[in-house]
């Protein structure tokens, strides 16, 4: 009975010619069932527009194949914000970050860069492109908030603020009240920055929860030591100018009852890696595989301490490798270049050693930024968010090395079309919901 009114809530959302019958679930013909059944919403991917007025989360639907259809948009409470790219004008990435959205259970949490502020909704089981705030937005105890860590078992969501008062701070998130401040996280990372930060060089890039929830990272971009060479995404390996600040992976303890270590342990990157961006949990190894926007991406092993030993893996040709996410059905990693808009497919063995599988070249200067892989069905799918195409592209990914595009959706006109603001500089985040 439940499911059959459910099958009438959604004709509404989809044809409105079906409205008449949306009141009684047990009078709806069976032909309307069987539509409803075809066209149900199994989930939605999640960015956010970061406009400077209005932060808005943009939500398209995940059809049954995988494949993408525009959605619907929700106010995240407060304002977005742009970091300063001076003396380059500002581009897409206006955050410098990966995790600006986070999906966790039948919750999503984001950030107001431009407010302060962290918020966290309820996502709705019928249609997942509606979202419903739980609670209010809440202070995120510093500036310019870019990223979000959720630890699903214990319920805590961190944030991590990029600004002048940067750092991190985390919360207990509940059903009812929505985001609760949990005291002994605020903790400082200590950097130099401004409000809104200038970067993409010396700022924060992301916050990521170890696979056992043990400890919480944050990494935190070098800078290039002559001034007037440093804010470029393109900063190039052979550059003679890079070197000495290589910036670091920030490591606190997490307490079992969530609260943090008083400071944290820092981990730079080896000979070679220079701007940490992107964290992604290598499965069973007590590591994680770092992006890194000068040179490719790093192996951090954190299997003896805080103190990571880590080894770069260059990409040739790269430009600004930043944003990685990792398919359980390929046992491989997606990492996307904003400079050269491709997606390399890499591995990491069992030794920790890693190595590119596959590249992709997607649209060039479509700027491929965050990433994000989900299961549909059984089948892995990863999303790339392409700010400067007003695009997501959609690979299916059925085996190592088989990643193929089966879908470039462009939601420009269905934004405009809908009142929605969408700056291509602004576009941030990606993440996924999937009805389990
Ligand atoms: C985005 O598009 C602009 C305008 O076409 C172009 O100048 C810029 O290089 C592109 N950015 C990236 C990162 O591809």
Redesign the pocket.
């Known amino acids: 009975m439940k499911s059959l009114t459910s099958a009438s809530i959604f004709i509404i959302a989809g044809h409105l010619a079906f409205v008449s019958f949306s009141v009684s679930a047990a009078g709806i013909p069976a032909i309307c069932q069987q539509s409803a059944k075809q066209a149900a919403v199994h989930g939605a991917v999640y960015f956010i527009n970061n406009d400077g007025n209005a932060n808005k989360i943009i939500a398209h639907e995940i059809q049954q194949d995988g494949t993408l259809k525009f959605g619907a948009s929700t106010w995240a409470g407060g304002r977005g914000s742009h970091g300063n790219e001076a003396p380059a004008p500002n581009?897409?990435d206006a955050l410098f970050s990966q995790g600006a959205v986070k999906v966790s259970g039948n919750h999503l949490f984001t950030i107001n860069a431009g407010s302060n502020t962290a918020a966290m909704f309820e996502i709705n089981q019928e249609n997942p492109t509606k979202l419903h705030m739980v609670g209010t937005p809440v202070s995120t105890g510093g500036e310019f908030p870019m990223a979000m860590a959720v630890d699903s078992k214990r319920g805590q969501v961190c944030v991590a603020n990029g600004g002048a008062v940067n750092g991190v701070q985390c919360f207990k998130a509940d059903n009812k009240q929505g985001l609760i401040e949990i005291q002994n996280t605020l903790r400082p990372l200590n950097i130099k920055q401004s409000t809104p930060p200038t970067g993409p060089a010396g700022t924060v890039s992301h916050i990521l929860f170890s696979e056992d929830g043990t400890k919480l990272f944050a990494s935190v971009k070098g800078v290039p030591p002559t001034p007037g060479t440093s804010p470029s995404?393109i900063l190039q390996l052979s550059d003679p100018l890079i070197q000495t600040n290589k910036g670091f992976i920030a490591t606190w303890d997490v307490n079992p009852d969530g609260t943090l270590s008083p400071s944290f342990k820092s981990s730079p990157p080896s000979k070679g890696g220079l701007l940490p961006f992107s964290m992604t949990v290598i499965p069973g190894k007590n590591s994680i595989l770092n992006t890194d926007a000068g040179v490719g991406f790093s192996v951090f092993d954190f299997s003896k301490g805080d103190q990571a030993s880590s080894s770069v893996i260059p990409i040739n040709g790269q430009k600004a490798t930043c944003w990685s996410s990792f398919s359980t059905k390929t046992g491989t990693f997606f990492l996307t270049d904003?400079?050269t808009?491709t997606v390399s497919e890499v591995q990491v063995d069992g030794n920790l050693k890693g190595s590119i599988v596959k590249q992709y070249p997607l649209a060039p200067?479509?700027?491929t930024i965050d990433n994000e892989v989900a299961t549909v069905n059984g089948k892995d799918f990863l999303y790339v968010l392409q700010p400067?195409a007003t695009s997501i592209s959609v690979m299916s990914l059925p085996s190592a090395g088989q990643a193929k595009v089966v879908q470039t959706f462009n939601f420009a006109d269905d934004a405009k079309k809908g009142g929605i603001t969408v700056d291509?500089n602004n576009l941030q985040g990606m993440s996924a919901f999937v009805k389990a």
């Open positions: 581009g897409p995404h904003i400079g808009s200067n479509s700027a400067n291509a």
